[in-house]
């Protein structure tokens, strides 16, 4: 399992160290305005669906229905052809449509504003069907044990964006901002290609085209597979996409705000996801498909075994993540973004919000991990409901909170609606069992590492001067 996991985080890091040079680089050129809030606004859109079609809900229905069918080709060819029409039906409507799209998610920009965002909206979703054919390829290769090609495939989208920055050097702002924006389809399409190549060279290509091949001549022998997954996905959906639901609320509330508050959110963002994805998220990854076939064997102690394991690394990891990521926030995005275009005001905003958002890191991590038991076990129905809990919780405090603590506020209202996934998550989970992992030495390390690690840092921050 960890050999797993530290492909998944090493992946991820060199990702996302990629990422930070490209949020540098766009942080300069672009600072925190209307055209990079533009920008991230029609980068936002494809990524909201990517994350709800593509990555959350379909993966963990994907391999557990892969695991349990016997016609893995033929299921397979199916799904992908039902999704991908949907995907591709969605991109076209967008690009007929994008002022409209646009509209949806930034209800508080100006119609001029709109007009401006709307063809970068366009060229930016072209991103979602790429990025779904990947998704599709990558839960086949995770199923066969397989994470190198997805964990350092999102280096090649950031490597891309970096290109585009690059080339644009000294251009308008509006120019740079098309020059990123074909730098994500152009990433997308990068992506897709390594998966393509790590598909031909496990051998995996003779499923695919074996299921394509007898689709139409088998599509009977799926029939109560497809219909089971169907009824899986659309509560796994939902509950997916509440995260991204209260993400794009977000920006439409914090459209409401001062120029520049999307960007704030979005570079805090950014930080914050570091070690929820180095950490929580590779974790998820490479314990599902396990936990999964655990459970199809009916060793429910196996998978428990492994799932305390996770929890005990994710503690301690996200544990120091969130005092160290709290304690030193305005370090941490001084030395990040603060140059050019990114000025101390930004600093200061950005760093209140980052706060936030690090008070709920083990929460939201914890939460991911836990969740994997529900999907694994396909009561997604069970996780729709504790997601929509979730989201109610957080609508009501955005709503009351954006007035006195402005951008900051919607931050914090997403890491108590993260709490309370977790509490949720764990009721279903099961108490007792919850208990049982909780009460052990490793509590009592904790603890004391927590309280130790806080003094260092606070001690440490005394001599740092930005």
Known sequence: MFKSIFTNSFGILIS?????????????????????????????????????????????????????????????ANIFLIFFSIILLITLLVNLLPALFTKTIAVGFSEESIEIAAPYVAINFWYLPLIFTMTFLSGILQYKNHFATTAFSTALLNLSLIAAIYLSHNKEQAEIVYYLSYGVVIGGLLQLIVHLIAMQQLGLFRLIVGGFKYLRVKSQSIKRDTKKFSSNFLPAMWGNSTAQVSAFLDTLLASFLVTGSISYLYYANRIFQLPLALFAIATSIALFPKISRYLKLHDEEKAKENLQK?????????TASSIGGIVLAHEITWLLFERGAFSTTDTSNTTAVLQMYMI?????????????????????????????????????LALSLIQPLGVAGLALASTIGGMSSFVFTIKVFGFSDFMKIIYSKNSVILLVSAIVFTVVLLTLKSFLIP
């Open 16 to 76: 996302r160290i990629l990422g930070f040079i490209r949020d540098l680089l766009t942080a300069s050129a672009l600072g925190a305005n209307i055209y990079s809030d533009i920008f991230f606004i029609a980068f936002k859109l494809p990524n909201l669906f990517r994350r709800i079609f593509a990555e959350g809900a379909f993966t963990q229905v994907f391999i557990p229905a892969f695991a349990r069918t016997k016609h893995k080709a033929v299921f397979s």
């Open 360 to 396: 709920g890191l083990l929460p939201f991590g914890l939460a991911k991990l836990f969740s994997l038991w529900l999907y694994a076990k396909e009561m997604q129905m069970k996780a729709a409901k504790i997601a929509t809990v979730s989201l109610l919780v957080y609508i009501l």
């Open 310 to 318: 996770a929890f005990w690394f994710l503690s301690f990891v996200l």
